[in-house]
Nanobody, 125 residues
Framework: QLQLVESGGDLVQPGGSLRLSCVAS????????IAWFRQVPGKAREAVSC????????NYAGAVKGRFTISRDNAKNTVYLQMNSLKPEDTADYYC??????????????????WGKGTLVTVSP
């Protein structure tokens, strides 16, 4: 069983930065592709970014491309989401999620096996 715990969410002003962390336990992350999702209460969950188990491929939603960067340190069993130039519309609960690596060299947002409980990001003046 893989457990995922997110941290790093906070209240930040527009234009500010945050770095979210997703720490895994129970198993090593080496075999898992990781994705970040976000959700605003009352709205559908939105895919934000993903990264393959090796870190060799990443993907970003159009709304965050150029502002967010996903990375991972498998030795620390941790995946990061660096968020810059934050906007009020980035306000949401952010979740990391794991799926067994696809093996095709591309990360994805489906086949999720494990979810974290989320961390809240609030972007407001």
């Amino acid at each position: 069983q893989l457990q995922l715990v997110e941290s790093g969410g906070d209240l930040v002003q527009p234009g500010g930065s945050l770095r979210l962390s997703c720490v895994a336990s129970g198993r090593t992350l080496d075999n898992y592709d990781i994705a970040w999702f976000r959700q605003v209460p009352g709205k559908a969950r939105e895919a934000v970014s993903c990264i393959t188990n090796s870190g060799g491929n990443t993907n970003y939603a159009g709304a965050v491309k150029g502002r967010f960067t996903i990375s991972r340190d498998n030795a620390k069993n941790t995946v990061y989401l660096q968020m810059n130039s934050l906007k009020p519309e980035d306000t949401a609960d952010y979740y990391c999620a794991a799926s067994f690596y696809s093996g095709n060299g591309y990360c994805h947002y489906y086949g999720i096996e494990y979810w974290g409980k989320g961390t809240l990001v609030t972007v407001s003046p």
